[in-house]
């Protein structure tokens, strides 16, 4: 089975800090995505990647960055984190066509 | 008009009962569909793909999917109290990306 992990279940940050979530993956998907998942809003997409150092931004860009310099690792980047950011991130891999794999998610709290 | 849209929630059903799940979507190009499971505070889980008309079977769950309707549906035979749960469908957009609908919470009642 494919297995995504997120390296932290559970993340407190203060407000302004810079705040890296890291995902691998270890079955060789091509695409790895970073979504965001809130109450009434659903999971909504922040940025994608088809390719080693390729990135995309998604729907909800705004405040996040990205990195990829290796086909299993994908990282979502902070620059200064608010309030409004306190969320469930979602890391997800895939082979194109076929369903997610999602890591356990990272619930990130900004104070 | 949301791109993937379900039937609002939550759905209730007794033990042993049929639970039937919907979603319409609005990209008539869309080519995959997916159902998953998300439990509270878990992350969703695949349990069901679908790419073709017609049922997709696969244990007590059927996938139904009518590319002319725009619709997919997710039907869950002899429900069980684990099956409660939040359902996600997911559709694909061009280059691969999907597209979630806002979930249907079910909840089976022993």
């Known amino acids: 089975d494919v297995k995504v992990t997120q390296s932290s279940r559970y993340l407190v940050k203060r407000t302004g800090e810079k705040v890296f979530l890291e995902c691998v993956q270890d079955?060789?998907?091509?695409?790895m995505f970073w979504y965001r998942q809130d109450p009434g809003l659903g999971l909504r997409l922040i940025y994608f990647?088809?390719?080693?150092?390729?990135?995309e931004k998604g729907d909800i860009p705004e405040g996040y960055s990205v990195s990829r310099e290796k086909k299993e690792r994908f990282s979502l980047i902070l620059e200064s984190a608010s309030t409004n950011q306190t969320s469930m991130y979602l890391c997800?891999?895939?082979?194109?066509?076929?369903?997610?794999?999602f890591g356990s998610g990272t619930r990130l709290t900004v104070v | 008009q949301k791109e993937v849209e379900q039937n609002s929630g939550p759905l209730s059903v007794p033990e042993g009962a049929i639970a039937s799940l919907n979603c319409t979507y609005s990209?008539?190009?869309?080519?995959?569909f997916f159902w998953y499971r998300q439990y509270s505070g878990k992350s969703p889980e695949l349990i069901m793909s679908?790419?073709?008309?017609g049922d997709k079977e696969d244990g007590r769950f059927t996938a139904q999917l009518n590319k002319a309707s725009q619709y997919v549906s997710l039907l869950i035979r002899d429900s069980q109290p684990s099956d409660s749960a939040t359902y996600l469908c997911?559709?694909?957009?061009?280059?691969?990306?999907?597209?979630f609908g806002q979930g249907t919470e079910l909840s089976v009642k022993p």
């Open positions: 990647s088809y390719d080693v150092k390729m990135k």
């Open positions: 679908i790419y073709s008309n």
């Open positions: 997800a891999s895939s082979v194109r066509g076929y369903g997610y794999t």
């Open positions: 990209d008539r190009g869309s080519q995959s």
């Open positions: 079955m060789d998907h091509e695409n």
């Open positions: 997911a559709v694909n957009r061009a280059g691969g990306k999907l597209i």
